[in-house]
């Protein structure tokens, strides 16, 4: 079993930055962790994924966003930069070992945390 609890939404600048953090408790080193968002009246979209191996990312986000994990404190961030209103949505953290970019490739889901990007 694996808790995800997420931090780091709120309010930005169109052009700005954000950082969400995903404190996670249990076996950390055992899972592909994911970044996903889902936007009202749209469906759950892939944003990002890191495993032991490597990274991956979105096209719509790749070259803005970073993802990167702290093995010692169990911690797995989004770094986003050069923000876009479309960028807007609630963000939930993931942790599974199938398929790094479709929501039924994770077991275990964050509870979700609101960005909104202003013009």
């Known amino acids: 079993q694996v808790q995800l609890v997420e931090s780091g939404g709120g309010l930005v600048q169109v052009g700005g930055s954000l950082s969400l953090a995903c404190a996670v408790s249990g076996p950390f080193s055992r899972y592909h962790m994911g970044w996903f968002r889902q936007a009202p009246g749209k469906e759950r979209e892939f944003v990002a994924a890191i495993t032991w191996v490597t990274t991956t990312y979105a096209d719509s986000v790749k070259g803005r966003f970073t993802i990167s994990k702290d093995n010692a404190k169990n911690t797995v961030s989004l770094q986003m930069n050069i923000l876009k209103p479309e960028d807007s949505a609630v963000y939930y953290c993931?942790?599974?070992?199938?398929?790094?970019?479709?929501?039924?490739?994770?077991?275990?889901w964050g509870q979700g945390t609101q960005v909104t990007v202003a013009s």
């Open positions: 993931a942790a599974g070992s199938g398929s790094l970019d479709q929501s039924l490739g994770y077991a275990y």
